[in-house]
């Protein structure tokens, strides 16, 4: 299994990350089998390349299925932030790309507060509307065997309210049918917003994952969302892995991969 930390954009950036996962041939096809590849969220903003990036995500995902394997794309903050209209973030080019979206009217009276040419963007993403549809098929969080994923982090309050009951809220929300909380969708201690693992945890938060672990139950915790340009991070003994390197060319970083097998942790970076 491997995981690939934020892409913001980046398509360049997302096909050497899939590559160094094992993941794709030099012609973007799957290549990886049996592989379980997961993206911990954030394909958007801060680049132009998001359409392409979840147009190829979306068709790996299909083609690992056949190979028997397995392709997670999960949602983060920047996913969320399109879907409540929070488009500050997004490029020039990322508003051509969805300016005239299919199944988007733009005459859309709810769009009327927003400038004409981010019109088609709005709605597109919109609850509802054709790729807020797309990111009603994803998960917020996700456990695979000893492992759990999520964009930002996990704390025990998440654990207790359900980890399925979380993603069923945010999905039917970007379905259209039905409202999402606020502290889910930007409270900072929300599961795509909360930091604390990541920026050199102390003992006291280290205590509160390992109970936030037990109560999954898993043995360790796959973010994204804080960047790390100088590589994947790690803390309270193994338990978090922070894996958002910063690889968009926004960052400028360079592609990591996290590989898990069993249990032995490895960091991928580009030779």
Same mark, same amino acid.
């Given at each position: ?22 993941? %794709? ?27 392409? %990036? =979840? ?14 394997? $397995?392709?997670?794309? =999960? ?14 973030? #997004? ?44 990111? $009603? ?5 996700? #456990? ?21 009951? %979380? ?12 409202? %999402? ?12 917003? #909360? ?17 936030? =672990? ?17 590589? #994947?991070?790690? $803390? ?36």
């Amino acid at each position: 299994m491997v995981a690939l930390g934020d892409l913001h954009g980046d398509f360049e950036a997302t096909r050497a990350a899939l590559r160094l996962a094992g993941a %794709i041939d030099p012609q973007d096809r799957w290549i990886g089998k049996e592989l379980v590849v997961v993206q911990t969220g954030d394909q958007l903003d801060r680049g132009d390349g998001e359409r392409k %990036i =979840l147009e190829l995500l979306e068709r790996l995902q299909t083609e690992a299925r056949a190979a028997g394997g $397995a392709l997670h794309v =999960l949602n983060g903050n920047h996913e969320l932030m399109n879907a409540a209209g929070d488009l500050r973030y #997004v490029t020039a080019g990322g508003f051509l790309d969805f300016e005239h979206e299919p199944g988007v009217d733009l005459a859309d009276p709810r769009a009327a507060r927003v400038p004409e040419p981010m019109r088609g963007r709005w709605l597109a993403f919109a609850p509802g509307g054709p790729w807020a549809r797309k990111l $009603a098929t994803r998960p917020v969080v996700l #456990v695979i065997g000893e492992t759990v994923f999520t964009h930002g982090g996990l704390l025990p309050q998440h654990v207790r309210r359900g980890l399925d009951t %979380i993603n069923d809220e945010v999905q039917r929300w970007l379905r259209g049918d039905g409202e %999402i909380s606020p502290e889910i969708l930007q409270d900072d201690e929300s599961p795509v917003w #909360v930091r604390r693992y990541c920026l050199e945890p102390k003992p006291a938060e280290c205590d509160v994952l390992r109970e936030t =672990l037990a109560a999954v139950p898993a043995k360790r915790l796959v973010v994204g969302h804080t960047v790390h340009k100088e590589g #994947v991070f790690s $803390a309270c003994d193994g338990a978090v892995w922070c894996i958002d390197v910063g690889m968009a060319a926004y960052y400028g970083g360079h592609p990591e991969a996290l590989e898990i097998v069993g249990d032995k942790v490895t960091v991928l970076r580009e030779p």
